[in-house]
């Protein structure tokens, strides 16, 4: 419980030295957004990919993202995925845990070992 707390403390004093250092040396705050946006869902569900599809669309989606960035040159939408690496990531590590599909044969079979184990 501690390592939550703690954990929490410095994910929030990080993400807020992020946004006061972007905003005392006047990046887009749009574009902080949009950096934001792009990658908080990938990133709180990259453990999820089990795939290699699911890889290969992420880090492809990812290089048309990093070349618009400089073609467009939206070089504040770092601090976005700063952020969103920072949030995303502690929230995956934490929250979003795996799980077991719900059977109803395995369920079945459950329940009559049971009675019959009474």
């Known amino acids: ?3 939550k707390i703690l954990l929490g403390a410095i994910t929030a004093l ?3 030295c992020i946004i006061v250092y972007a905003i005392e040396t006047d990046k ?3 574009q902080i957004l949009i950096g934001f946006l792009l990658f908080i869902i990938p990133i709180m569900f990259i453990s999820s990919f089990s795939s290699t599809s699911a890889f290969f669309i992420l ?3 990812i290089a048309f993202y990093g070349y618009g960035m400089y073609k467009f040159e939206y070089y504040d939408t770092l601090y976005g995925l700063f ?3 920072i949030i ?3 929230i995956a590590y934490f929250r979003i845990n795996k799980y077991k599909l719900f059977s ?9 070992n049971s009675k019959e184990s009474e």
Do not use: P, R
């Open 104 to 112: 109803k044969s395995e369920y079945k079979k459950n329940a009559i």
């Open 59 to 61: 880090v492809f989606s």
């Open 14 to 16: 990080m993400s807020f």
């Open 28 to 30: 887009s705050l749009f």
């Open 1 to 3: 419980m501690n390592n």
């Open 83 to 85: 952020l969103a690496a």
């Open 88 to 90: 995303g990531g502690s």
